[in-house]
Structures are given as C-alpha cells and as structure tokens.
C-alpha cells in the first residue's frame, strides 16, 4: 500500500463493515487516495472520522452521505442460543472472528472483538442475530478508540491469512451438505433443512429412549 493510501486506513476505524462500498477499510483507504471515493462514506467513523481524512487529503469536509449509511451508536452483535443451528457460516463472514463456536453447536460472540460491522447478519439462515447498541449516546470515534481499532485491524490481517490457507472455500461446517452447485439462498436453505432433519432425528431417539423398558 503506497504511503497516502496508508496514512488513510490508519484513520480508519477498522470496522470492516463495507458500508463505504468497499471489501474492507483498506480498499476504501486505497479508492479515496487514487480519488475514486469521497472522504465521506464511512458511517462508523462519522463525522470526526470525515474531519480526520478531511486533514489528511485537503478535500473539504462535509457530512456523510446517507446512501453510504448515518452515523449512530457502536453495535455488537448478540446471538440468540435458543435458536442457533450451529451452521457456522457466521463465523467466515465475521471479519474479526469475534464469533466463537463448532459445526452443529450454539455459537457466541466475544464481545471485545465485535466491531458491530452487521455482516454477520444476512449470513445467519435462521435469523438468529440481532444487533443492541453498546454504546448509548456516543457515535463515531465518541463510540470507538484508536486502541480499539488497532485491535480489529490485527484480527482482521490475522482473519484474512488464516483463510488464504484454506484449501477451499466451501465451508467445513456443511460438508454434509451437497452444496457446490447451489446458490446463497439454496445453500442457506439446505443448511437449515439438515439443521432441522438432525433436531428430528435425535427428538425422536430420545422419544424412543423414552418408551424402551
């Protein structure tokens, strides 16, 4: 990364949350320096956020454009155990892997590493994450700190080598589902399915248990 472009993702606050329209914080520091985006798309950093780049790149501050997002309180992610199928598709969309758990097991979210970056939510098939405010009446940097963004971005770095290792890209956690040719929808479906097949099966074991003399 050339020096500008670094001087930039350095007063990013390493969300990783692509509101600004871009795959992580560095694409967006990249895309402001060569000039292809505007010092205002990055929601999380809200307007204090905007002045910092503002300083750095000499564009005139203004306020964050609405297409990209509004500036409002830190969010962490909080998942409903009740209902978790144990899929793990959550924890390859989580940038930081601030979600921890196994195939087939109630997953959690570790708090200090949560960015509230939301990507975790359209990948849940059963819906089962949900977003409080962990930061009432504090947004933008007020909600974040340098030391907080530091830590995301190491996890984010570590997040992305750990998964350029893979050997693919499919996910271990649904080998047991036929998965290849399938589409987003039709995969999260098939996750599901199997999630609810098991649940079923092992209902009517115990059942069967049950009435074993």
Not at 116 to 126: D, F, H, N, R, S
Not at 189 to 213: E, F, G, H, N, Q
């Amino acid at each position: 990364m050339n020096t500008p472009a670094a001087r930039i993702l350095e007063a990013l606050p390493q969300t990783q949350c692509t509101r600004c329209g871009y795959p992580d914080c560095a694409g967006y520091a990249q895309a402001i320096a060569s000039g292809e985006a505007g010092i205002h798309q990055c929601p999380p950093g809200g307007a204090e956020g905007v002045q910092r780049l503002s300083r750095l790149t000499g564009q005139p501050a203004q306020p964050i454009d609405p297409r990209f997002g509004t500036e409002g309180p830190r969010a962490l992610a909080v998942i409903d155990e009740a209902w978790c199928i144990g899929c793990t598709l959550c924890l390859d969309a989580c940038p930081t892997d601030a979600i921890l758990g196994i195939h087939k097991r109630m997953h959690t979210v570790i708090e200090a590493h949560c960015t509230g970056c939301e990507l975790c939510i359209p990948a849940c098939p059963v819906d089962c994450i949900s977003l409080e405010v962990a930061t009432p009446g504090r947004s933008g940097w007020q909600a974040w700190s340098q030391a907080e963004a530091d830590h995301a971005r190491a996890r984010y770095e570590a997040h992305r080598t750990r998964h350029a290792k893979k050997p693919s890209p499919r996910s271990a956690a649904a080998s047991d589902v036929p998965a290849d040719t399938m589409n987003p929808s039709e995969r999260k479906r098939a996750i599901v399915d199997a999630a609810l097949a098991r649940a079923r099966a092992a209902a009517a074991s115990k059942a069967k248990d049950r009435k074993t003399p």
